[in-house]
Each structure stands twice: as structure tokens, then as C-alpha cells.
């Protein structure tokens, strides 16, 4: 399996041509975007299967977008890449993605557990809960993985001066300070899944319900 991240400018021209042929996708790697590459890379390029290859945009969630846009609505939410796509640079997509359903499962459970007071025992507040948690770390998360991204490889594509900036603040800044600090939000722990409450199929008008349980317990 081989797999190959091009800059958004490297591949700008061969995109909208190349997407949906397999025979193209091999012809721009070998031949243009990845001519400079090892001969051992364009060697297994060359004897690709041309049936599983595949072409697609790099995509991500502004974290601006994430912190304040809209990922709910009542009990329906999203998750993973619905929620916070993000550019590979860190390869935290998945293990975000993961942590999202920790999250969520655990929100969902508190919702529903009749500690919860009785007019917030609704899936719409677990949803609700589980965004507000999410929505800093996913949003830093994104942020990290394009500027990582951005000083590493952007930098071999613009021109002059600014490329000679990104390559100073990549050595000097990115590297020392900030690096250090992205490579620490990958070792996050998201807490552990805690053991379900007992469910109750009758989640609605619980307020009532329970007073006449608790009436029923006292005779
Ligand atoms: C090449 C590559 C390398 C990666 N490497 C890493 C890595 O090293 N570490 C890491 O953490 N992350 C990595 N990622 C990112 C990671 O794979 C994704 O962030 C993660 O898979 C997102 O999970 P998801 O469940 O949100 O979405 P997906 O895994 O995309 O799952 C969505 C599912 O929904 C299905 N679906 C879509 N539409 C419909 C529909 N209408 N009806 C029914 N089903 C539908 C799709 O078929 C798919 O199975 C990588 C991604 C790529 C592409």
C-alpha cells in the first residue's frame, strides 16, 4: 500500500483531470508530482493496481468553524470526520475520531442516568454536553495538524522572501516551541467509559413518574 499527501498548489492543475481516472492518478504521480521521488517509491507506484486507487481532496474544519458553528441539532449529532476533518499532518483523525465516541457514549449515559436531574434527563442534553466538551480539543487539534502541516511542506511552495520566513520560524520557532506542545496534545487521555446506569424506557415525564415511585416506596 502506498500513499502520498501533495501540497494543495502541487496538485491545484491535476486535480479536477486526474480524480476519477486511475490510469491519469498514475501517470501525474510518476511523471509529474512525483518525479522527484526514490525510484523504489515510483517503482511500486508503477505496479499499482489501477482499481485501488484512489484521488481525493485534502479536506478540514476551520477550528474557528468548530468552536463556534453548528454540530447538533436536539439528539443528532456528529461525529469523527463529520465533525472536525483535518488535514493528516498529525495523524490524529482516527484517534480523535475515537475519542469522540468515548465522549459521546459517556455523555449519552450520564443524560440518562437518574442521578441526572429529572428536566435534564434528555438525550439532547448528553448531546449537548458532549459537543461543549469536544469542541476546544477538536478545534486545537485541527489547527495543529494545518499549521504543522503549512511550515513543513507549504513552505517549499511560496515564493522569495516568505518562503525564507516559513523556513525561520519552522527551525527556530516551530520546532523548539510549538512542536513540542502539538506532539503533547497526542498523548491525551479522554477518561475512561464508566459503566452504564440502569436504562429506563420511560425517559419521558420522569419528574412525575418518579414522585409517584417514591410515593409508592413510602407505603
Ligand atoms: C490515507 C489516510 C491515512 C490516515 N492515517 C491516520 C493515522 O495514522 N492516524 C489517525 O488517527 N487517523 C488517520 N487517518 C484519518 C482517519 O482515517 C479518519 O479521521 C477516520 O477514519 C475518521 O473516522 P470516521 O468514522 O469519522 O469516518 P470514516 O472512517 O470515513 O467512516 C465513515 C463511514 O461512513 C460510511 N458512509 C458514508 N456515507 C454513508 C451513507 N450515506 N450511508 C451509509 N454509510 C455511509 C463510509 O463508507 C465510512 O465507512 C488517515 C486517513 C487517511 C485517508
Redesign the pocket.
Known amino acids: 500500500m502506498w ?1 502520498r499527501y501533495f501540497s494543495k498548489t502541487e496538485v491545484f492543475c491535476a486535480e479536477g483531470e486526474a480524480a476519477g481516472d486511475p490510469e491519469k492518478i498514475l501517470r501525474e504521480v510518476t511523471d509529474n508530482l512525483g518525479r522527484h521521488l526514490p525510484e523504489e517509491f515510483l517503482d511500486v507506484v508503477r505496479h499499482s493496481d489501477p482499481d485501488n486507487l484512489t484521488w481525493a481532496p485534502l479536506l478540514y474544519r476551520a477550528p474557528w468553524a468548530i468552536l463556534t458553528g453548528g454540530a447538533a441539532r436536539g439528539p443528532v449529532t456528529v ?4 465533525f472536525h476533518p483535518m488535514t ?1 499532518d498529525m ?5 480523535a ?1 475515537l475519542e469522540d465516541a468515548v465522549v459521546l457514549a459517556r455523555a449519552l449515559s450520564r443524560s440518562r442516568s437518574p442521578a441526572a436531574a429529572p428536566a435534564r434527563r434528555h438525550l439532547a442534553d448528553g448531546v449537548a454536553a458532549y459537543i461543549a466538551e469536544r469542541r476546544g480539543r477538536a478545534a486545537w487539534i485541527v489547527a495543529g495538524a494545518f499549521l504543522s502541516g503549512y511550515v513543513q511542506q507549504g513552505s517549499t511552495s511560496v515564493p522569495g522572501v516568505r518562503a525564507f520566513a516559513v523556513k525561520l520560524f519552522r527551525d527556530w520557532i516551530f520546532y523548539r516551541f510549538v512542536f513540542p506542545l502539538l506532539a503533547d496534545t497526542m498523548w491525551f487521555d479522554c477518561g475512561d467509559l464508566i459503566a452504564p446506569p440502569p436504562w429506563r424506557d420511560d425517559d419521558d415525564d420522569d419528574g412525575e413518574e418518579e414522585a409517584a415511585d417514591k410515593k409508592s416506596h413510602v407505603h
Not at 91 to 95: E, I
Open positions: 500513499r461525529a469523527g470526520d463529520a493528516p495523524a490524529q483523525g482516527g484517534c475520531a
